[in-house]
T-cell receptor, first 114, second 115 residues
Framework: AQSVAQPEDQVNVAEGNPLTVKCTYS??????LFWYVQYPNRGLQFLLK??????LVKGSYGFEAEFNKSQTSFHLKKPSALVSDSALYFC????????????FGKGTTLSVSS | GAGVSQSPRYKVAKRGQDVALRCDPI?????LFWYQQALGQGPEFLTY????????KSGLPSDRFFAERPEGSVSTLKIQRTQQEDSAVYLC?????????????FGPGTRLTVL
């Protein structure tokens, strides 16, 4: 069965410091991996995705994510956090061979302090 | 339109009432998905359409939930005889194709509160 784990409910970081939001996944086939961000009372906004190829994926607003097949991880990173990055972040996976729906993690709240 | 739109944004229903939630996908997108997001949780899949065909409804929690997309564009999610456990945010997403790595783009959601 497909699943996504985001082990941290909340991540706190000071503005200007690097941030990491962790995600691990489980699928039977090849994974397509996604990160979305959700601001209060807003829908999910797409940040980036991994399909194949280069393990480091760059996305919107300076975010990037590193795909690690051996660790089945897809951690979201940013070199220098902004207060405006404070939001709820969701990792999602789709089975490249069998899936249509996205399977989401529970989400991680990122809080960036000034 | 520029993005996925949903209406109403907020809906309050008394237990036992029927509700209808509307989704307007991005123009030209073949695939349309409905998800349910409970408080403090990630979205969970409900159902999926490819054009007007409902190809997967495995996530619908009960036979009180019904979705349609009769002309392959706008979709409606209907919940009959609402229960308190139906309270959640209902998200609609669309993508250009159904499989592969296509990105699903989400609407703002409809927050349903059942009293």
């Amino acid at each position: 069965a497909q699943s996504v784990a985001q082990p941290e409910d909340q991540v706190n970081v000071a503005e200007g410091n690097p941030l990491t939001v962790k995600c691990t996944y489980s699928v039977s086939g090849n994974p397509y991996l996604f990160w979305y961000v959700q601001y209060p009372n807003r829908g999910l906004q797409f940040l980036l995705k991994y399909i194949t190829g280069d393990n480091l994926v760059k996305g919107s607003y300076g975010f990037e994510a590193e795909f690690n097949k051996s660790q089945t991880s897809f951690h979201l990173k940013k070199p220098s956090a902004l207060v405006s990055d404070s939001a709820l972040y969701f990792c999602a996976v789709r089975d490249g061979q069998a899936g249509t729906a996205l399977i989401f993690g529970k989400g991680t709240t990122l809080s960036v302090s000034s | 339109g520029a993005g996925v739109s949903q209406s109403p944004r907020y809906k309050v229903a008394k237990r036992g009432q029927d509700v209808a939630l509307r989704c307007d996908p991005i123009s030209g997108h073949v695939s349309l998905f409905w998800y349910q997001q409970a408080l403090g949780q990630g979205p969970e899949f409900l159902t999926y359409f490819q054009n007007e065909a409902q190809l997967d409804k495995s996530g619908l929690p009960s036979d009180r939930f019904f979705a349609e997309r009769p002309e392959g564009s706008v979709s409606t999610l209907k919940i009959q005889r609402t229960q308190q456990e139906d309270s959640a945010v209902y998200l609609c997403a669309s993508s250009f194709r159904d499989r592969g790595p296509d990105t699903q783009y989400f609407g703002p959601g409809t927050r349903l509160t059942v009293l």
